[in-house]
C-alpha cells in the first residue's frame, strides 16, 4: 500500500463520516435554534425543555435518512473491501 492509498482512503472515510452525520446534526441544530428562540420569547429557562423536542427530530431522522445512511456506509465498505487485494499488490 502506497502513502497515496492510504490517505485517500482516509479522506473517503471523513467524506463519509461527515455526510452521514450531516442530516442529524443539522436536525438537532436547526431544532435548538427553535427552541432558544421560543425559550427567549416566552422567557422560559428550562434547561430540559430542549432535550424532548431534539431527541424526538433525532428520532425522527434516524428514521428518514436511516435507509440512506446505512446504504452509504455499506457501499463505501463493500468498495473498500472489494479493493484490498489491489492495495496489496500496490
Partial sequence: MTPENAMTIGRQALEITFMVSAPLLLAALITGLIVSIFQAATQINEMTLSFIPK???????????????????????????????????G
Fill in 55 to 89: 431527541l424526538l427530530v433525532m428520532f425522527t431522522m434516524m428514521v428518514v435518512a436511516g435507509p440512506w445512511m446505512l446504504t452509504v456506509m455499506m457501499d463505501y465498505m463493500h468498495q473498500l473491501f472489494s479493493s484490498i487485494p489491489w492495495l496489496a499488490l
